[in-house]
């Protein structure tokens, strides 16, 4: 079993990185990021609904056969055409005809997630009134998994975007801990937060990583902590900045944050400084 080493000070370091950064600077990731789009287009075609309907796919929304921004855009495509209905039923038929059209890998034990799902109404019911917290409570009671499964956070983090479509102020639970995925994994190396023992490469470490999750939302949850932020909310930076790492340099990660519409107001400092923290291994 692989050792990994976590560096507190480090730690530190990228939280006051999101300390500078801000939560109107996290918003502003959240509005650059695709899903959002997708959200803000279920948002006109559903209503009331979209929250459910984002919190649905993604606990679906694994293994799959395209890009995620592209799965989530086909998704808003998919609600467009043939909406989203009146309520709980509604919305699991809507996002299993979407998962047999355009999320077939595993479909089997996908679909069977959406057989449990309908008969949880209370899923759908948590999603519309905006509670977050029971909206988490109710996923994984649903399908008897754990809180802190990658599916079941990010389903809170997608019911919280089609809150933010809708125009409310909310926040994610501020214990419901970050979804951990390849990019989280490469950052939370990147940034020199963890590093596991005898390991060639970032590829290497990111696999290690990815083998103690529990580990990974540990670190993100000491982040929260000290910064203030939520862990769903420090998702949409890290998912942008751990995109670009494979540009090799901060400098290239740097610029390419300045060419998103949306990031532009933060300014290169606010940036310079989040990108120095999250990608600290790689050269200027």
């Not at 959240?30 to 959002?36: C, G, H, I, T, W």
């Not at 970050?178 to 596991?196: E, F, I, N, Q």
Request: proline share 5%; with cysteine.
């Amino acid at each position: 079993m692989t050792n990994i080493t976590i560096d507190w000070v480090r730690v530190a370091r990228v939280a006051n990185a999101f300390k500078t950064l801000g939560l109107e600077g996290v918003k502003a990731f959240e509005d650059a990021d695709p899903q959002m789009e997708a959200a803000l287009r279920i948002a006109r075609a559903c209503g009331r609904l979209c929250p459910a309907v984002l919190a649905v796919n993604a606990l679906v929304s694994y293994m799959l056969e395209v890009k995620g921004e592209e799965f989530w855009t086909g998704l808003a495509e998919h609600v467009e055409r043939v909406g989203c209905g009146r309520g709980h039923e509604d919305v699991i038929k809507a996002v299993e005809l979407y998962t047999r059209l355009r999320n077939r890998r595993f479909a089997g034990a996908k679909l069977g997630r959406l057989h449990k799902l309908l008969k949880c109404p209370q899923v759908t019911e948590a999603a519309v009134a905006g509670d977050l917290r029971r909206l988490w409570r109710s996923v994984s009671s649903c399908l008897e998994a754990s809180p802190a499964s990658k599916t079941v956070v990010f389903s809170v983090k997608m019911a919280y975007y089609g809150l933010r479509a809708l125009g409310e102020d909310v926040s994610p639970p501020p214990d419901a801990p970050m979804p951990v995925d390849l990019r989280v994994s490469r950052v939370t190396y990147l940034s020199g937060m963890a590093t596991p023992a005898r390991v060639s490469g970032v590829n290497d470490a990111v696999d290690a990583l990815m083998r103690k999750a529990s580990l990974v939302r540990r670190v993100w949850g000491r982040v929260s902590e000290l910064s203030r932020i939520p862990p769903l909310s420090l998702d949409a930076p890290v998912w942008f900045v751990g995109g670009l790492a494979g540009l090799g340099r901060r400098s290239s990660v740097l610029k390419a944050l300045q060419r998103v519409g949306r990031l532009k107001r933060l300014g290169a400092g606010v940036l310079g400084v989040l990108v120095e923290e999250l990608l600290a291994r790689l050269p200027p």
